[in-house]
């Protein structure tokens, strides 16, 4: 990987690199979030409270993607964010050797850190390098390549699965493969691009952002509802088997595929507040339904809904982009990371051990977090930027707070 200072053409732009990279990291998470249930369950023997340990520590990495910005005071961004690909591919790789509580817990670790700081700089580069104007459509088409990524990923379970028969770790291996694959291309074939804007090399916390912090937390709380248990429900209630499962995650990937940049552009005419209103009365009904359902068809229709409604999230970034400094996109990328994985920590154990006493209210909790959410992004401008970040609540005083990594 070479460093430029020639403006971009052709095909080795920073976009076709960002779209790259975000068909690399479904591979890899496509295919442990495809199998870990019935991996779990057949292969380790877990309960709900196992299940809940596991993803709990899962998010450990996410809470503490903060320090990103400290090891990018020795590595470039775009450089870092190729590393935490060969990381999440290879924790990827490595899972189906160790079919144990211990064994998923470690392997699941090394995913889970190069997950993390690949999404924080993902987040921040794409901010960087995309204009403002086209960002919503941008990001859009940056989730419908990870679709189509996924619906790769999911037809390559149903046919390892059902048709070959294959053992789940070579399924591991074939995911986590791709990705590491795919990062060395990255690595290769595409220059090292110069920032539009120094970053700040010191975490910041700027109080006229708190109402994105806010829908982050809320975001983070309500996200590990939908990933830990709406797939353990389909599987432990309804009988779900690894090929049944793929089918719901293609559906998902192929609708995304087209919606996503859609969307995207919906954003862009209607604007951040309306778009996350909708999406969180969507979500409010789904939680609902999650709480009471009881045939395997609809509950697969609400599965698929509620995966539809995440494009939705694209709102919440362009919504930092409008108001943020440029050079705070790289620290404010960590914070919001970890931000989001406060409760993410502890809170898929705490509603393990929950479900085993009653199911529906971690699906009804959930939607009374949707309602919160809801009334936070009715707090949000129709023309949000900077010096208009909120309706409600405007705070005056020290324009942040810094804290700058050991010397």
Excluded at 30 to 50: D, K, V
Excluded at 103 to 110: D, K, N, P, W
Excluded at 165 to 172: E, N
């Amino acid at each position: 990987m070479r460093k430029t200072t020639q403006p971009p053409t052709g095909w080795r732009r920073p976009e076709v690199l960002l779209l790259l990279m975000a068909a690399g990291v479904p591979m890899s998470l496509a295919t442990w979030m495809g199998l870990i249930n019935n991996f779990s369950i057949e292969r380790a023997s877990f309960t709900g409270a196992e299940m809940g340990i596991l993803q709990s520590l899962r998010e450990v990495p996410g809470f503490l993607s903060f320090t990103v910005i400290f090891v990018l005071l020795f590595i470039r961004e775009q450089s870092l964010a190729l590393i935490s690909l060969v990381a999440l591919g290879s924790g990827v790789v490595i899972t189906g050797f160790f079919p144990s509580l211990t064994g998923l817990i470690v392997t699941t670790m090394i995913w889970s850190a190069g997950f993390h700081y690949y999404e924080a700089l993902q987040q921040s580069l794409a901010m960087q390098w995309i204009d403002k104007k086209k960002a919503p459509h941008t990001f859009g088409r940056i989730l419908s390549v990870g679709s189509f990524a996924a619906i790769a990923c999911f037809a390559m379970i149903y046919l390892t699965t059902k048709i070959f028969a294959l053992d789940f770790k070579w399924v591991f291996i074939i995911g986590g493969g791709v990705t590491l694959v795919i990062a060395f291309v990255a690595w290769a074939a595409f220059p090292r691009f110069p920032q539009p804007v120094e970053q700040h090399k010191t975490l910041v916390l700027r109080r006229r952002y708190w109402l994105y912090y806010a829908l982050i937390f809320m975001q983070g709380a309500r996200r590990q509802i939908f990933m830990v248990f709406a797939g353990f429900l389909m599987v432990e209630k309804f009988g779900y088997g690894v090929a049944d499962i793929a089918v719901l995650f293609f559906i998902n990937g192929a609708i995304n595929i087209f919606a996503a940049p859609q969307i995207g552009k919906l954003i862009g005419r209607i604007g951040e507040r309306r778009a996350l209103t909708i999406e969180y009365i969507g979500l409010i009904v789904i939680f609902a339904g999650y709480a009471i359902v009881q045939d395997a068809t609809i509950a697969a229709g609400l599965y698929i809904l509620d995966h539809l409604f995440f494009a939705m999230a694209i709102a919440m970034k362009t919504y930092f982009q409008k108001i943020a400094d440029p050079a705070d996109m790289a620290p404010t990328a960590g914070v919001s990371f970890t931000i989001s994985h406060i409760v993410a920590v502890f809170l898929p154990a705490l509603y393990g051990l929950l479900w085993l006493i009653a199911p529906a209210l971690v699906f009804l909790t959930g939607a009374g977090l949707a309602g919160i959410s809801l009334l936070l992004a009715r707090n949000i401008p129709t023309d949000p930027c900077e010096g208009n970040e909120v309706i409600r609540g405007k705070v005056t005083g020290p324009p942040a707070a810094q804290i700058a990594p050991a010397e």
